[in-house]
């Protein structure tokens, strides 16, 4: 079993920014990723359909013997709460390793969370810090305009677009005087770099992937799950539209280039009853 595949997967292609943290923390890991290409956004859908998406991805990375899920959408991670009771496997989203880890980097406890519009309305970060810390204030925002942006390159940091919409949703959680800021979704890492330019480098950034990769690493490890080959794992990418020009972008996101073409596979054939 230790042998067997992680299953990642996300809305899309943000989850691969996680990919990146997880090829880095778990070199030695497999993993399957399905980014639910044909369906994305899942950040401004109703609860009932990001529940019934994130099932169908799940049971379509079943089907690959994985030994754990990741859900690396921020979305899914707070609107499909239930998810892992339902699982044969150890699973995890993103928001309870770093909420966690946010808390630990806090020094004045004004917290920034940005997210998708769903992951927003849900308060998913809020709850889960105050939960242990009821003493944090934790300032939410979503972002609607920064998931297009990145699907469509603009991210650099000196591109006055980039800022200025990154200036738009951020200063209400600066001057509010947040020391931390809670990527709450996994395309937000691809704008670390633009974000921290326009807010300065006082505000500590933390990205939902390397947080949750390192959470990850800790499950395996529980479960005696982790795979004990020496030799670096292989990644295997499968999508719900047409892969074509999947690997330019991904691998924006990945941090590097693709060894395997991406599968198109045909989601809406999966049951969503867990
Ligand atoms: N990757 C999703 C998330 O982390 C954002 C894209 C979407 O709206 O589906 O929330």
């Known amino acids: 079993m230790s042998n067997a595949p992680i299953g990642v997967f996300d809305s899309g292609l943000g989850g691969l ?6 090829l880095s923390v778990l070199p030695c890991e497999n993993i399957v990723y399905f980014g639910d290409t044909g369906r994305v956004p899942y950040g401004n859908r109703s609860s009932v359909t990001i529940k019934k998406y994130a099932l169908q991805d799940a049971e379509f990375l079943l089907k690959h013997n994985v030994k754990m899920i990741v859900a690396a959408c921020g979305t899914v991670s707070s609107v499909a709460k239930d998810l892992g009771g339902v699982l044969p496997v150890p699973y995890t989203g993103v928001v309870s390793p770093t909420a966690f ?22 308060h998913s970060y809020r709850n889960c810090l105050n939960k242990k810390h009821p003493e944090f204030r934790v300032y939410e925002q979503d972002c ?26 951020l200063t209400p959680l600066v001057d509010a005087g947040i020391d931390t800021l809670i990527l709450g979704c996994t395309h937000y890492p691809i704008l670390r770099e ?25 499950i395996l490890k529980e479960n ?4 004990e080959s020496k030799s670096k794992g292989t990644c295997k990418f499968y ?14 996101f990945l941090g590097r280039e693709m060894e395997h073409k991406a599968e198109q596979i045909s989601i809406e054939e999966f049951k969503s009853k867990g």
């Open 224 to 227: 005696n799950l982790l795979n």
């Open 101 to 122: 880890a946010a808390a630990e980097k806090t020094k004045n406890g004004k917290i920034g969370v940005i997210g998708t519009t769903a992951t927003i309305n849900s």
């Open 17 to 22: 920014s996680a990919v990146r943290e997880f």
């Open 194 to 218: 633009a974000i921290s330019s326009v807010i300065g480098d006082k505000v500590t950034l933390v990205d939902s992937g390397m947080e949750t990769a390192i959470y990850s690493a800790k």
């Open 144 to 169: 609607p305009l920064f998931v297009p942006l990145v699907e469509n390159g603009f991210i650099n940091k000196d591109d006055q677009i980039v800022r200025l919409v990154i200036k738009r949703y």
């Open 239 to 252: 999508v719900s539209d047409t892969p074509d020009g999947f690997e330019n972008i991904a691998g924006l």
